[in-house]
């Protein structure tokens, strides 16, 4: 199965589950490690980071879930972790919450002929993200994000 497909497909079993528990799910990874493919799931909270014996409950929910539906046919390992500071922003609701917080972008193709930028979030739409850059406002499509995350600020660290 594609793994694009394969993601969905997770991403629709386990939303609503996570939300119920009060979880948000930042992102799925697939690797393959030395017994089989490694299922990776970062997860965490609207406010507050996620606990260890919370990723112990979450794993446990997860992997009923997938065993039930018979999402894997071969040996898989599941592992639930925090994103950790440096979460990767994905979706618009993501950079809403960044509002006025540093950021950089590596971008799918140009944009104002640069292919990364960093910025202050200062305005989402629903097709863009607009950032302080420079001295000037710069619009960057959401398609055209490849990767985007917070900037490791030292202040952060102490919070």
Sequence with gaps: MNREVLKQEISLLVRDLFAAQGFVLVDIIFRH???GLLLSLLVDKSQGGISLEE???LN??????LDEKNIFSDQYSLEISSPGL???LKTREDFMRCLNKQAVFFLIGLVNGKCECKGAISRV???AVFIDHAGEVLEIPLIKI???KLVIQEERLWQ
């Design 125 to 127: 739409n629903e097709a």
């Design 60 to 65: 446990r929910l997860v992997r009923q879930v």
């Design 55 to 57: 990723c112990g409950l």
């Design 33 to 35: 490690d030395g017994s």
């Design 86 to 88: 440096d979460r990767p």
């Design 146 to 148: 490849n990767k985007a």
